[in-house]
């Protein structure tokens, strides 16, 4: 399911020309628009390398140990794969697996919970939680303007050496917003560049049958919340986007995240309980609680999945690798 996109090749020249190349700007073509409002933060290659620098600095941290990049690997889709849930200074240890970095231009809302509504924004959160970096903002900036070589990129790409809040958060964003993700075989078999093999072909009809309507394509998300019916963690005691809005519907419902690059992103779910991907779709197919109340009504209905179907959905599941993003030495810490 494609939503065309309307004039976003006059956004991205107008205001944008360092976000993305032209060949990630011909595989978004038929992509719906971004969220993210460039025009406020235009993207530069100053302001994406700064954003890159500090994305990957430790000293940002209260005791120089954990950088963004600790919890955000780029080979594992921008995500941790050594534990279930994210480790931060000292080993301490977050209630939920680190989300991917990934296509973050078109999310209108971050964290599984959707607790923060503007990338801009989104890096306070791990810079000052506890159980992340623990540092506070006021630190980060007197480190930063303490610092002869961050004066001089600030002022290259903000017309200023003395960083803000906003320039700090901004330069963030110049760089997380250009982890765009677009070129999987999937996007290649869309643009009729490749041919699936039968058994990719059969996954992906099993996909529109029974998972496109929470995953849409092509962003394979939807920017909505919802309760796939897993049993709460008794050591975590994790209530979801309850815990954001106390509404009562909205317990045990977590943020529909992207399926791209998936076959990297490991573990799985909110609370990394999962390993193997198979292990997901098993769960999908023969474990799932169909009179769990909480459970979203789109879940309800039997998948009835063979475990040759298992196997074919998984193969469709692979072909939303995106290589060229992962391997891709822009992304990587800086030289």
């Given at each position: ?212 309507s929470c995953h849409i394509a092509p962003l394979f998300n939807s920017n909505d919340f919802a309760s796939n019916g897993l049993s709460i963690d008794p050591t ?100």
């Open positions: 399911m494609l939503i065309a996109l309307v004039g976003i090749s006059a956004i991205l020249v107008s205001f944008n020309e360092g976000w993305i190349d032209d060949d990630q700007r011909s595989q978004i073509a038929d992509w719906p628009e971004p969220i993210y409002d460039f025009e406020k933060n235009p993207i530069t290659e100053e302001g994406f390398q700064l954003g890159r620098k500090l994305f990957y600095d430790p000293e940002l941290s209260r005791d120089n140990t954990i950088s963004c990049a600790n919890c955000h690997l780029q080979y594992t889709g921008f995500t941790h794969v050594d534990h279930a849930v994210s480790h931060g200074i000292e080993g301490r240890k977050g209630t939920r697996n680190s989300p991917v970095l990934i296509n973050l231009a078109w999310n209108s809302s971050f964290h599984w919970d959707g607790g923060v509504n503007h990338l801009d924004v989104q890096a306070l959160n791990p810079i000052e939680h506890f159980a992340e970096m623990d540092n506070t903002l006021k630190n980060v900036l007197d480190y930063v303007n303490s610092s002869k070589q961050y004066r001089g990129e600030f002022f290259n790409a903000f017309g200023d050496s003395v960083a803000s809040s906003k320039t700090l958060l901004q330069a963030f964003s110049q760089f997380t917003t250009s982890l765009v993700s677009s070129n999987s075989k999937y996007d290649q078999f869309t643009r009729g560049e490749v041919e699936f093999t039968a058994q990719e072909k059969n996954g992906l009809k099993l996909f529109d049958q029974h998972c496109n975590l005691n994790d209530l979801g986007r309850y815990g954001i809005t106390k509404v009562g519907t909205d317990s045990l419902k977590f943020r529909i995240p992207t399926l791209r690059n998936i076959e990297h992103t490991y573990p799985y779910m909110h609370d990394g309980r999962y390993r193997k991907l198979r292990e997901v779709v098993k769960y999908y197919a023969d474990e799932l609680d169909q009179i769990n109340p909480y459970l979203s009504e789109k879940l309800k209905a039997d998948m009835h999945l063979t475990e040759t179907d298992q196997k074919d959905l998984i193969a469709f599941l692979c072909t939303l690798t995106d290589r060229t993003f992962l391997y891709n030495r822009r992304f990587g810490f800086p030289n």
